[in-house]
């Protein structure tokens, strides 16, 4: 656990407390989070800031969302709360995250975002009902993802492989001969080929 206390000035009107926080992340989250609190400090203090400007606190901020979302230790509340962040960057991120809730991957099923529903399609926590969404999906490129997945149902393939996109299709196909190759059908010999067998077992008896 880590931890660090910020002090605030006896007539400090902007920050008038002192607070412990306190979090559990590995270090170079941790180093982010120290520099965003502190560049988030020296910017209420100062007056002469240009607001209408990009802050160094709002980079650093970026920052941080980017590595809890990436982060395969970060709690689901967290990736929950992050979830609603409008960055469809961050919403890949944190629907390929393993530890993702299944609810806050059912929300992301249907962000607007190809590349998210992609995401979620992969992830393996996904529950089988927004998968079955997920087939239909009106985008091809959800679909094809799909398609090339080895660790999606063979039911669900199934379906892709009668998809109305010959792409899609053709995927699904062949992503089921590799998990289920097609039984072999022994074919019956030739004249010549009887004919070679049967002076084969004259030979050796």
Request: with cysteine; charged share 20%; hydrophobic share 45%.
């Amino acid at each position: 656990m880590h931890s660090v206390i910020l002090h605030s000035e006896t007539d400090s009107d902007t920050f008038p407390y002192s607070y412990l926080l306190e979090w559990d992340w590995p270090e170079h989250i941790e180093l982010l989070l120290r520099r965003l609190i502190w560049a988030r400090l020296v910017e209420l203090t100062d007056d002469n800031a240009d607001q209408s400007k990009v802050s160094e606190s709002d980079h650093l901020a970026a920052k941080v969302c980017w590595m809890i979302a990436k982060n395969p230790q970060t709690s689901p509340a967290v990736l929950d709360v992050l979830a609603s962040v409008d960055s469809s960057v961050f919403a890949e991120r944190i629907a390929e995250n393993p530890n993702a809730a299944p609810s806050t991957l059912a929300r992301l099923a249907g962000h607007a975002s190809p590349a998210v529903r992609i995401a979620v399609a992969e992830n393996i926590n996904t529950p089988v009902e927004i998968l079955n969404i997920l087939v239909n999906d009106e985008h091809a490129d959800v679909r094809f993802s799909m398609a090339e997945n080895h660790n999606l149902s063979e039911e669900l393939l199934q379906l892709l492989a009668a998809d109305e996109n010959c792409y899609v299709a053709h995927r699904a196909r062949r992503t089921l001969n590799r998990i289920a190759p097609p039984a072999l059908v022994k074919m019956p010999m030739s004249f010549n080929q009887r004919a070679r067998v049967s002076l084969r077992k004259v030979a050796m008896s």
